[in-house]
């Protein structure tokens, strides 16, 4: 079935930087969606992309839908120690979400 | 109110017992879901509910059955606990007919463990 990889699978960030993190399939996907997991947390929606080439933006946070639609990337700026987390792309096919592996962030003050 | 609630959020108990996690949702969704969590963080789906059917079962053992006496309710019952059954359970709930604008709602989820 169809899959995602996500790189890098960690990062860590200076306070302040930014960073990018990427979401790859073999496929051409209908949708992703992107999503947060604190420490100790559940994972909470962010955003989902449908068309090619689409870009989103939710303050700090780029999203990008690749045109051919077979990767996204998630883009941080100015990076506070709330971003910390682990970040995951997933695809959503017949009643079934499938995450990537995601990137877990750390932050450094 | 929370939208996605689980219980219990911890549980400890020993290989071979038979244990449930329940899982009620009020959005109004007509899809839940089990996800397990293992301790690398890689979320993986076991089962799909749609308005109380199951729809997906992605090669769970039998030990593990779901049951939905609701749309609202998903539960888990897990027979014959294993060691390897340890792991973090999420119970998530969506609308089923891929309006997805809202992403899938997880629950706070259960922290198992088996010793």
């Known amino acids: 079935g169809q899959q995602v990889m996500q790189i890098p699978q960690y990062q860590h960030v200076q306070e302040g930087e930014d960073f990018t993190t990427y979401c790859n399939s073999s496929?051409?996907?209908?949708?992703i969606q992107w999503y947060k997991q604190r420490p100790g947390g559940h994972p909470v929606f962010l955003i989902q992309?449908?068309?090619?080439?689409e870009v989103k933006k939710q303050k700090r946070l780029t999203f990008q839908f690749g045109e051919a639609k077979k990767n996204s990337s998630l883009h941080i700026t100015a990076t506070q120690t709330t971003d910390v987390g682990t970040y995951f792309c997933t695809l959503s096919n017949d009643y079934k979400l499938s995450f990537g592996a995601g990137t877990t962030v750390t932050v450094r003050a | 109110d929370t939208a996605v609630s689980q219980t219990p959020k911890y549980l400890v108990t020993q290989m071979g017992n038979d244990k449930s996690i329940k899982c009620e949702q009020n959005?109004?969704?007509?899809?839940m879901y089990w996800y397990k969590q293992d301790s690398k963080k890689f979320l993986k789906i076991m089962f799909s509910?749609?308005?109380?059917?199951?729809?997906i079962n992605e090669t769970v053992p039998n030990r593990f059955s779901p049951k939905s006496p609701d749309k609202a309710h998903l539960n888990l019952h897990i027979n014959s606990l294993e060691l390897g059954d340890s792991a973090v359970y999420f119970c998530?709930?969506?609308?089923?007919?891929?309006?997805?604008?809202?992403?899938?709602?997880f629950g706070s989820g259960t922290r198992l463990t088996v010793v």
């Open positions: 496929t051409t996907l209908s949708n």
């Open positions: 998530a709930s969506s609308h089923g007919d891929l309006r997805l604008d809202y992403g899938y709602t």
């Open positions: 992309l449908v068309k090619s080439g």
């Open positions: 959005l109004g969704h007509d899809t």
């Open positions: 509910y749609n308005n109380k059917e199951l729809i």
